[in-house]
């Protein structure tokens, strides 16, 4: 009974191990998704407060073009 319930114990462990590190993948991949998001809502909101131009020329900028 007790080597059972260890082995039931030990592979539990096992699976939520494996679940864990794919979380914690999924949450990495996801930080630079919404690094990306965050950077477009930025230029967004520069191009409503100071009009497309502005905002473009601001993008080359940054981007070196």
């Known amino acids: 009974m007790t080597d059972d319930t260890s082995t039931k114990i ?3 462990e096992a ?3 494996e679940r ?3 979380i ?3 949450f ?3 930080d630079k998704r919404m690094t990306r998001i965050e950077y477009l ?3 967004v909101i520069a191009a409503v407060l ?3 131009g502005v905002a473009g020329e601001l993008v080359k900028k940054i981007l070196g073009l």
Do not use: L, N
């Open 15 to 17: 699976v939520c191990a």
């Open 28 to 30: 990495i991949d996801g």
């Open 10 to 12: 030990a592979v539990h």
């Open 20 to 22: 864990y590190a794919a």
């Open 50 to 52: 100071f009009g497309p």
């Open 41 to 43: 809502i930025y230029v």
């Open 24 to 26: 914690e993948k999924s």
